[in-house]
Nanobody, 127 residues
Framework: QVQLVESGGGLVQPGASLRLSCRFS????????MGWFRQAPGKEREFVAA????????DFEDSVKGRFIIYREDSESTMYLQMYNLKPADSAVYYC????????????????????WGQGTQVTVSS
């Protein structure tokens, strides 16, 4: 059974950086496309970033383009979300997700395309 565990969240000031980690276990990491979603209080869960199972395909939500980087380290079975220049609007619980993928470059931007989810990590950006 695939399990995902996020870490790295916290309380930071606007303009700061954070790196979120998503540790994958219970399967073959390289067979899964991965993604990050976030959910703020009173809002629906939204797509943030996605990476294909080989790392060759990447996709980002418009508001994070140029500020967030997504990458994976298959030797560690871990996906990362490096976040720069954080804004209060980035405050949310961040979830990582895994979806089985046959294509080497396919990315998934819809939550319904992911079968496995982590428990979430809180990111709060406030002065």
């Amino acid at each position: 059974q695939v399990q995902l565990v996020e870490s790295g969240g916290g309380l930071v000031q606007p303009g700061a950086s954070l790196r979120l980690s998503c540790r994958f276990s219970g399967g073959t990491f390289s067979r899964y496309a991965m993604g990050w979603f976030r959910q703020a209080p009173g809002k629906e869960r939204e797509f943030v970033a996605a990476i294909s199972r080989t790392g060759g395909g990447k996709d980002f939500e418009d508001s994070v383009k140029g500020r967030f980087i997504i990458y994976r380290e298959d030797s560690e079975s871990t996906m990362y979300l490096q976040m720069y220049n954080l804004k209060p609007a980035d405050s949310a619980v961040y979830y990582c997700a895994a979806g089985s993928a046959s294509s080497r470059v396919q990315t998934y931007t819809q939550s319904s395309e992911y079968a496995y989810w982590g428990q979430g990590t809180q990111v709060t950006v406030s002065s």
